[in-house]
């Protein structure tokens, strides 16, 4: 357990700056007196792209290589390009920075509105690869803008790749109560991929005999997302059908103004990020609307990330606690939320 | 509008040849008299392949070449290798008869249940791009088997393809009361793709002033189907993501027991091909459980297809009104559902 965070900030755009306020006044609040923290703001998004064009530069990239951990509001603005900052910002680092375990738990806290009517039990955790994939940004297109366009996409997926998110969703798996590991892909379509991630599932299966496994579809998951959600306990999917169904899950499960995510690098070697799942809300950016529970659940993540397990769970309670006092009909501003959930924590 | 129907059919596998039987029941009753309905039956899935090693020859490719069009059941089993007959069968289908729209209409009939709270009011469609994407099957791998595997799955996507299935979502979105094209896609991720898509629908707009459009990711598209069903009206979209957007769908309205499809050569070169969404449930093969309304209304699209508009009405209604007439907790079984929506038609 590190007794001091040096922690990099990167607020971002839209709602982004508002919501990471807040987190950062909630890990104060949880963190113990003797916990020095430290933190750098980093100014990348879409008012330095542009100012310079720049979206991550090299430089940048280096210093934030130093820091314990990463904390990201939302990326990204109607006024810039679609892709650029994704691709150039937000992707760039969870790529640079080998984030290959995307972590994303979904719960249905009490008092929480859900589409699925009947309010189903919801507690499961998805485990998304984050360096491979469709995401790798291996395609490229000829007679562009043509009648004669070609445009092609390149998933690519490595054994290396494969096998140690994989195994860490095994882990995670066998640390649950459930222990259920269940793999989503698309096996029968994309059977090379398809074949890579079923076969590595089999084989690591063999060195835990206590998780029990089971593959679906991606298509036939967003019908059990949404029929019989409590099937599932740890799913550990690809890139891009991680992305999808974090999105549903996040749906159901009240929204992704409470969806929370780690990008993870396991091994250390570089600093894990961690952000809400939802964006940058340009619309109601400045409203005072935006829900910071996403980014606090997030803190969470961070702080049992750097072995601050107690606070972590802290941090949850307390949101578990705030939602269910929650006052239907009575909207509360962002810094109402961040000061209530601020509260709990140090109460 | 034909005065005969020469029609392929494919029983397939699992419930396959169940469903088909009701949904040949049903076209008969819909049938004017003086239309004449010649059917020839197809051996094709996994008995087949067990039997020969052939999913589909090219001989038999030839004879179905010839048909007015297909109806088929379902394909999949357990004890073929996943991959082997939706590659070899179902989708060489599609690709050969260059099936490009993939027809998927969502609607929610009264009296179904829904997994979504407050049943609120879906009707819309989606139009699935059929031949490209990421299901053109040109991946592979190296080293396979061993921890150097790399395996690639290559979404190839063309002007051409793009702009004919775009153009076919923007006359159905034109006849449509509301009159709304959605386009779904991750164009912040797969950039080429994405841009190729993006670019088509904003340059095929200008040709559609009375069609109003709009962008989502599909991962936001996700969130959207469970809450807001209601602002869709007709979905583009690519091959991947249709598939996945389609089971959401059918799974928001009832069930992959009630969702139709056709895979349309609007063209008319080829054979178009009509079958349920769902697949071939080999659990419960044999059992009578399995609902025929999927093929039922797939057999309407087909009729439709062929300018019979009046009867592929009939049908429709026929289901709405046995879909309202329906007794909770009184299962029927497969050939009761048949019989009562053929009874309807014919009176
Ligand atoms: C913004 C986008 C690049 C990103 C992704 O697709 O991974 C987002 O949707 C997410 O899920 O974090
Ligand atoms: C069986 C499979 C190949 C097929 C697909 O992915 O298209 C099915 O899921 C569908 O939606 O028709």
Redesign the interface.
């Known amino acids: 357990m590190a007794r001091s965070i040096d922690l990099a900030v990167i607020p971002g755009d839209g709602i982004g700056p508002e919501v990471v306020g807040e987190g950062l006044k909630v890990l104060t609040a949880a963190l113990p007196g003797d916990v020095k923290l430290e933190t750098t703001a980093y100014d990348l998004g879409a008012r330095r792209w542009h100012a310079t064009g720049e979206t991550l530069p090299d430089s940048e990239l280096e210093r934030l290589k130093a820091h314990d951990a990463i904390l990201l509001g939302a990326i990204?603005d109607p006024s810039v390009p679609?892709?650029v900052l994704?691709?150039g910002l937000l992707?760039r680092l969870r790529f640079a920075f080998d984030h290959y375990v995307n972590l994303r738990p979904s719960r249905l806290f009490p008092n929480t509105t859900?589409?699925?009517?009947?309010s189903p039990e919801i507690d499961f955790v998805v485990v998304r690869e984050g360096t491979e994939g469709?995401?790798v940004g291996n395609?490229?297109?000829m007679?562009t803008?043509?009648?004669?366009?070609?445009?092609?996409?390149?998933?690519?997926?490595?054994?290396?790749g494969v096998?140690r998110v994989v195994r860490d969703a095994f882990e995670r798996a066998a640390a649950r109560p459930a222990g259920k590991l269940t793999l989503v892909h698309?096996?029968?379509?994309?059977?090379?991929?398809?074949?890579?991630w079923?076969?590595t599932v089999a084989r690591v299966a063999e060195e835990y005999p206590g998780v029990a496994t089971d593959y679906l579809h991606?298509?036939?998951a967003?019908?059990f997302l949404?029929?019989q959600p409590q099937r599932f306990d740890v799913i550990v999917t690809d890139n891009?059908f991680g992305?999808?169904l974090?999105?549903?899950a996040?749906?159901?499960t009240g929204?992704?103004g409470l969806a929370a995510s780690g990008n993870i690098n396991p091994t250390g070697t570089f600093p894990s990020m961690f952000e809400p799942v939802h964006g940058s809300a340009p619309d109601i950016a400045g409203t005072g609307k935006a829900d910071p529970t996403a980014t606090v659940l997030s803190v969470a993540l961070l702080l049992r990330h750097l072995g601050h397990e107690a606070e972590a769970t802290r941090i949850e309670e307390a949101v578990t606690a705030d939602l269910a006092a929650r006052e239907a009909g009575s909207p509360r501003t962002t810094a109402e939320i961040g000061d209530a959930l601020a509260a709990r924590v140090a109460g």
């Open positions: 990204g679609s892709g994704e691709r992707l859900t589409p699925l009517a009947g469709p995401y395609g490229g297109s007679r803008g043509t009648p004669a366009e070609v445009a092609t996409e390149v998933s690519i997926n490595t054994a290396y096998e698309k096996n029968n379509v994309l059977v090379h991929a398809g074949h890579l079923s076969n991606v298509d036939a967003t019908i949404v029929t891009l992305d999808i974090t999105d549903l996040a749906a159901i929204g992704i």
